[in-house]
């Protein structure tokens, strides 16, 4: 597909698989790979360590860190340091680009997968994203160090979910927002396809006046593997019918 010269172009950088979950979740693949791709996020009201049945546990020193970051160390014996990382030094970060990232609006709106690790949320900053919109119900990802650099949004979407209506308008008003102060926004969910290829739609149907139909297929051109439910799909459809109506086009 291929607009005239008057509408703004967008590109990918790098090159990613594709194709559509078949049996597992996202969830269940994204664990299922080597630790360091594995989610990094905050875990909520932890007060003990598990044991692995039989005569290896699972010790405080020797865990895997993405599953049990170091502050845990401290249990809940300091102010509740037990549900913290350790605070990230950005200046001792090396910036790594996030699994799946690509700008689709070039220098102002960028998708990507789960940032797992504090030098992804790095690199953001490096490439002057102000915003992040995060799509997940399941994950949260841990600013911590970073909460000066990024204005980070919550909209709560279950993995292969369609968004409401309602969550694209509040998706929308955050990038319109980014846009009114000249920064750059990002929106990720797990893998960076079906949750956030649903609302990069919404914004073409939007910003653009694509039509769903062409708005979706310019998505998956953009991010193979983009919308990956027809209940996703649909949502879009169901967002050109009110943003023609409210505007009186037929």
Known sequence: MSYDGNQRRCRIQGAWSTGPAQEQTETQRLWAGPAASRPYYVIQNVSHIPERSGSNKVSKSTSNPDIFPSSMNNNNNNNNDSNQHTKANPAQIIPK????????????????????????????VKHGIKYLISLTAELTPSLQGFEDKLVWSQIKIKDFSPPTLQQVDEFLKVVEKA?????????????????????????????????????????RELRPGSIQTRVQADVVRKFEENFKGARGIT
């Open 97 to 124: 680009i996030p699994k799946n990232f690509s700008w689709v609006v070039d220098g102002f709106l960028a998708a990507l997968g789960f940032p797992n690790e504090a030098a992804n949320m790095m690199y953001l």
């Open 179 to 219: 846009r009114s102060e000249n920064s750059a926004v990002a929106v990720h969910c797990l893998m960076g396809r079906g949750r956030t290829g649903c609302m990069l739609a919404c914004y073409f149907v939007k910003e653009w006046e694509l039509p769903a139909e062409d708005a979706l297929r310019y998505v």
